[in-house]
């Protein structure tokens, strides 16, 4: 039986597109209800605020790029491909993350407090650690060094458009140089799964 499209389901799917244009603090409640068919007061029923509505499809968003991108740290340029792939294949999902980078820093939140970013990334860095631990990777590097040169790596032609724009335009030539770099920087070791 095919599910229905919800109130709910609709204020979700605006709220992803509102925030991938637009960022947190841009973002529009009332726009958000008019794409989604429905009043303010009905976001508001379901969501306490925009930025609960921001967290609750952060989670979302996190999860299906997990899904998709899986890291073994023996093999850190084939993580680092698949996530130029699917940002580059899903370029919206990648202005709604790096929004809730620039604008929820967490700096500003308690660790106790609930953090999808945090947690997503806190949990490849303990993979990380342990693979280092295992003699899988280079120990000599911190873990969390590891995980932000591989994704600013990977990330390098969705954040810079000027220098895409000078560039060899094509995506796999792009992809290319993501690998080559993160394989200078991080050789696979042994075999990989």
């Not at 899903?90 to 407090?113: K, M, Q, T, V």
């Not at 994704?151 to 954040?159: F, G, K, L, N, V």
């Amino acid at each position: 039986m095919a599910r229905t499209d919800s109130t709910r389901d609709r204020v979700v799917a605006a709220a992803r597109a509102e925030f991938a244009q637009f960022g947190i603090a841009g973002a529009r409640v009332d726009r958000i209800a008019k794409a989604a068919r429905t009043s303010k007061e009905r976001v508001y029923a379901y969501f306490r605020n925009k930025e609960a509505l921001y967290a609750h499809v952060a989670s979302a968003e996190l999860a299906a790029a997990a899904d998709a991108i899986h890291l073994d740290p023996a093999d850190l340029p084939s993580y680092a491909g698949q996530l130029f792939d699917y940002f580059t294949a899903n370029p919206g999902r990648h202005r709604f993350i790096a929004w809730g980078r620039l604008e929820l820093p967490p700096a500003d939140r308690s660790p106790a407090e609930p953090d999808a970013y945090r947690d997503a990334l806190a949990v490849k860095v303990d993979r990380i650690r342990r693979a280092q631990q295992d003699g899988l990777l280079d120990a000599s590097w911190a873990p969390a060094d590891i995980m932000a040169l591989v994704c600013q790596i990977a990330e390098t032609w969705s954040d810079q458009v000027v220098i895409a724009a000078l560039a060899d335009p094509s995506p796999a030539a792009r992809r290319a140089a993501v690998v080559r770099a993160v394989t200078a920087l991080f050789p696979p070791s042994g075999p990989t799964t």
